[in-house]
């Protein structure tokens, strides 16, 4: 739970880092499921780690060490995507990032789905895909690590 009401991100060239799970990597890069919530457990909240409060390593590093949760690598989308031409046609309008922090997680955030359907919800995916895919990933872990 966050320590305080979540924060509506307004730097739109702020970096959302994003953990995803070895089984949405496919032929070496992730799926659109990687980049929308689970509706099993993510009550339609994508969560992400703010880069000006980390890196990407060091969100990797928390999502796997403190939180005890695998990920493949971290993947990167900017505030700014949320309100991408391409992005608002998918959503039919532009989303919101914001920060929701708790001394536990200080740096997460969570991009918000809940006023979109499952069809919409798997548009926009797509989209934070694309987008992440043209920065690439922005920290591997050793092969090791991984495993």
């Not at 403190?66 to 309008?93: C, N």
């Amino acid at each position: 739970m966050p320590d305080s009401e979540p924060e509506l991100i307004g730097t739109t060239n702020e970096t959302l880092y994003r953990q995803v799970h070895p089984n949405c990597i496919t032929a070496g890069v992730p799926t659109s499921l990687a980049f929308r919530p689970s509706p099993k457990y993510d009550e339609g909240m994508l969560s992400v780690t703010l880069a000006s409060l980390t890196s990407a390593e060091e969100a990797y590093h928390h999502h796997t060490e403190v939180k005890g949760m695998e990920s493949a690598g971290t993947w990167g989308i900017l505030v700014e995507d949320l309100a991408s031409p391409e992005l608002v046609e998918a959503a039919r309008q532009p989303m919101s990032a914001f920060a929701d922090g708790s001394e536990d997680d200080p740096a997460h955030g969570f991009v918000d789905f809940r006023h979109l359907g499952r069809k919409r919800r798997e548009a926009v995916g797509a989209v934070l895909r694309r987008k992440s895919m043209a920065r690439g990933c922005l920290y591997t872990p050793p092969a090791e690590a991984s495993a």
